[in-house]
């Protein structure tokens, strides 16, 4: 595993999510005011994209249906089958840096 630069802490707006792909990965970046998370990109309900969707808590919200995903662990709120993968992520002055695996 190794820290790889996804983006500017600039580019992603506090509150949503950024698009990212690294790697061979596609990922979704959040601000969560100002603490970043990364996670994947898919919601596994539908294939919603995670990265159009927006914070609530410590959740992102699927912009297609509201299933809510914790941005720590990756469970659903709401389908106990359901989770997401997450990342490790670190600010390195203003580049967010994720742990890719």
Do not use: Q
Not at 79 to 84: G, K, N, T, V
């Amino acid at each position: 595993m190794a820290f790889v630069k996804v983006a500017e802490t600039t580019d992603v707006t506090a509150g949503y999510g950024l698009l990212v792909e690294r790697d061979g990965r596609t990922l979704a970046v959040f601000n969560a005011g100002g603490k970043f998370y990364a996670c994947s990109a898919v919601c596994p309900h539908e294939d919603g994209p995670l990265a159009d969707g927006w914070i609530e808590g410590n959740a992102v919200v699927c912009p297609w249906h509201g299933f809510d995903f914790e941005l720590t662990s990756g469970r659903c709120l709401v389908d106990a089958e359901l989770s997401i993968a997450t990342y490790p992520v670190r600010v390195n002055g203003t580049a967010i840096e994720v742990d890719l695996p």
